[in-house]
């Protein structure tokens, strides 16, 4: 096969549909209920995580495509971007393959994500203090009424509807974890668990997070003509979009103080768990946090190893208190910015594609926290 160094926009988009790299999926151990009950039987014991296989046409395609230099018929800016986004996602598919390996495991995530910085240790530390001036933490309501499935599926659609995204769906999923959610932007689904239950509280924070953010990003990124701008893509978008994720649960009055510390403990976590045990690191991890979320922590961490009571670390979840840090940072200075950023899934330097007008101003913007408030009491919660 002669490979190639030019390609179209439609050529390199119909390619890069075709790679299949659920990472989330691939990384959850198939026996975790089973190592998570052997771990608390014990003072002692590591998991022994296993995982399913994989098999896909990654190394095909990414093989067809790996000496473009140039999508021709675009901008050089979003050529670049998309030469960029084939070397991401060779590294994403090897990532994905190297489940199970501690050592490659550890270094390619640390490769596409990075470790914490000293400065955002400390800040961490400080939250896990309880220092969390600025960060509008709210107390959880008590005695909250507790939702199922067939209300929360009957709200998210009423969601939906009332933001324009008539075209998404409420679906039920057993690849995801117990009492789990996760965004599907491919189909256009919320994937739910069968069991899955939330207090009306909860909900908001969930809704704001998913749907008024993770949804509304891939929305408008579609509709900007570069469909890669509506999926994960480069490692750098991550920051901002869990971090726009979570400024909005804190503008809407949704963040407590448990979930910024369960966030700030990721952090912690991954800065000084690369060279303990899963034992060790939850030993450490207990000090700050109660005992299932230690090991919630923990687990976030260690996932995508096999034997953990060998060294490793999966440094992804950091992108979330880091990413807040930055978003509040730079939307304080320019709040212009907000709205920029609902134009795909892009990051901070890509909001001057939008001003430019590369890329077209986001058709749907999130509400306001005042029309956030009239869409949750219409739809009950």
């Known amino acids: 096969m002669r490979l190639r160094k030019e390609m179209t926009l439609d050529e390199i988009t119909e390619l890069l549909k075709e790679l299949k790299i659920p990472i989330s999926l691939v990384f959850t ?22 995982y399913r296989i994989v098999r896909n046409k990654n190394e095909k395609i990414l093989k067809e495509i790996s000496n473009v230099r140039e999508i021709t018929d675009v901008d050089p800016r979003i050529s670049d971007f998309y030469i960029s986004l084939i070397e991401e996602k060779t590294k994403a598919s090897e990532l994905m393959h190297a489940v199970g390996n501690n050592d490659l495991v550890t270094d390619i995530s640390i490769e596409r994500y990075g470790m914490p910085s000293t400065i955002l240790f400390k800040n961490a530390a400080r939250v896990l203090r309880g220092c969390t001036e600025g960060f509008n933490i709210v107390k959880y309501p008590k005695d909250p009424e507790i939702l199922d499935y067939d209300d929360i599926d009957k709200i998210f659609l009423k969601v939906l509807e009332e933001l324009g995204l ?33 207090s009306g509280f909860k909900l908001r924070k969930t809704i704001v997070h998913e749907i008024g953010t993770h949804i509304l990003r891939a929305y408008n990124g579609e509709r900007t003509g570069f469909e890669a701008l509506s999926k994960p893509n480069l490692p750098g978008y991550l920051d901002v979009e869990e971090g726009l994720a979570l400024w909005n649960e804190m503008y809407v009055g949704a963040l407590t103080e448990r979930w910024l510390k369960m966030r700030a403990a990721l952090v912690w976590a991954v800065y000084l768990g ?9 030993n450490v991890v207990l000090g700050v946090l109660p005992k299932k979320t230690s090991f919630d922590v923990v687990y976030r961490v260690k996932r995508g190893l096999s034997d953990t009571s060998y060294p490793g670390i999966y440094t992804k979840d950091i992108v979330y208190f880091r990413g807040l840090r930055k978003v509040m940072k730079r939307i304080s200075k320019e709040p212009k910015l907000y709205f920029n950023l609902y134009a795909g899934k892009i990051d901070f330097d890509q909001c001057d594609w939008v001003e430019e007008g590369l890329i077209k101003k986001p058709t749907i913007i999130p509400p306001t926290r005042e029309e956030w408030e009239k869409v949750f009491k219409k739809v009950g919660i």
Do not use: A, C
């Open 166 to 198: 008539r075209e998404w769906s409420v679906e039920k999923s057993i690849n995801i974890k117990s009492k789990g959610i996760k965004i599907g932007t491919k189909r256009k689904e919320i994937l739910m668990d069968k069991d899955i239950t939330r």
């Open 274 to 282: 690369r060279y303990l045990t899963f034992r060790e690191l939850y």
């Open 29 to 50: 151990p198939i026996n975790l209920e089973k190592e998570k009950s052997k771990f608390f039987n014990s003072d002692t014991y590591n998991p022994q995580f296993e």
